[in-house]
């Protein structure tokens, strides 16, 4: 079984950055996906950004030049940083890993990024 514990979220101007932690554990193999989802009130889930454990990266469009994701495959975390953010950026944010040879999806608890204008 594999848990992800989200943290970093909170309320934030726009402009201003945060940060987004994701911690994984249990049976994680070594092939894997890690991302961020957001689901904003009323909207469906929808995908911000995906890192290969080779470190291969996919933005959604929205957030191209103004996210980043990383990942310390050691330590088995991805990581969210965003900056110039956005009110429309205000969702519930969610951490993802895929595991393509399982086909298996799992999901954290999500954690809220609220940004006021």
């Known amino acids: 079984q594999v848990q992800l514990v989200e943290s970093g979220g909170g309320l934030v101007q726009a402009g201003g950055s945060l940060r987004l932690s994701c911690a994984a554990s249990?049976?994680?193999?070594?092939?894997?996906?890690m991302g961020w989802y957001r689901q904003a009130p009323g909207k469906q889930r929808e995908l911000v950004a995906i890192?290969?454990?080779?470190?291969?990266?996919n933005y959604a469009t929205s957030v191209k030049g103004r996210f980043t994701i990383s990942r310390d495959n050691a330590k088995n975390m991805v990581h969210l940083q965003m900056n110039s953010l956005k009110p429309e950026d205000t969702a519930d944010y969610y951490c993802?890993?895929?595991?393509?040879?399982?086909?298996?999806?799992?999901w954290g608890q999500g954690t809220q990024v609220t940004v006021s204008s």
């Open positions: 993802n890993l895929f595991v393509p040879t399982h086909q298996k999806n799992y």
């Open positions: 249990g049976s994680i193999f070594n092939i894997n996906y």
């Open positions: 890192i290969a454990n080779g470190g291969t990266t």
